[in-house]
């Protein structure tokens, strides 16, 4: 049972435009929501995060919003660069004893055009 | 080093083979965390320590994964008899401190295990 969904595998967009990537989750336990950004053959590398008291979150080019009674949430890059082309991983997170657990969606490729 | 490295970052094994893995975390990290990336899939979580610790081994997907941490710090995680099905990225993360919201998380570049 995936907690944390990514349904899109795969996104191109043309350089200068906006990239929308979404995530959808199942537990309502979750209260602490990261993207990741993984290029080939390097570990993710923390993109965003977002509190569940929260509703957007911001730095720089990347947005995250978090529709909580949806269970949905978005990472907005505008204006998209080619560097940004990348693996994005969605997860998310609960304090569980004294540790906090990422789980981890299945990732959507970027491609951003030049 | 100034960030979580992992040895080898390629195995290529047997079927029916042990391997180890080895992850050194970053320097005063306590928390120390085991995840794998199978193909097309997200990143699973395996194990967690505290310190030299394992509060929580729910992930470990078989009796067959094994894990310890020494020192506090070097871990290694060890496939017994392997499967193909264990072929995949494995991924080791360290923070400083474990219940903080994981932004903490650092991530190795991880361990590919390919299983023949």
């Known amino acids: 049972d995936q907690q944390v969904k990514q349904n899109s595998p795969s996104l191109s967009v043309q350089e200068g435009r906006i990239s929308i990537l979404n995530c959808d989750y199942t537990n309502s336990m979750f209260d602490y929501f990261l993207w990741y950004k993984k290029y080939p053959a390097e570990g993710p590398t923390f993109l965003i995060s977002i509190s569940s008291i929260k509703d957007k979150n911001e730095d720089g080019r990347f947005t995250v919003f978090l529709n909580k009674s949806a269970k949905h949430l978005s990472l907005h890059i505008v204006p998209s660069q080619p560097g940004d082309s990348a693996v994005y991983f969605c997860a998310a997170s609960y304090l569980s004893g004294s540790a906090r657990q990422l789980t981890f969606g299945s990732g959507t490729q970027l491609t951003v055009l030049p | 080093g100034a960030g979580v490295s992992q040895s080898p970052s390629n195995k290529v094994t047997e079927k029916g083979k042990d391997v180890e893995l080895r992850c050194d975390p970053i320097s005063g990290h306590t928390a120390l965390y085991w995840y794998r990336q199978s193909l097309g899939q997200g990143l699973e979580f395996l194990i967690y320590?505290?310190?030299?610790?394992?509060?929580?081994k729910s992930g470990l997907p078989s009796d067959r994964f094994s894990a310890e941490r020494t020192g506090g710090s070097v871990s290694t995680l060890t496939i017994q008899r392997t499967q193909q099905e264990d072929s995949a990225v494995y991924l080791c993360?360290?923070?400083?401190?474990?219940?903080?919201?994981?932004?903490?998380?650092?991530f190795g570049p991880g361990t590919r295990l390919t299983v023949l």
């Open positions: 993360a360290s923070s400083l401190v474990p219940g903080q919201p994981t932004r903490e998380q650092f």
């Open positions: 320590f505290q310190g030299n610790s394992a509060p929580d």
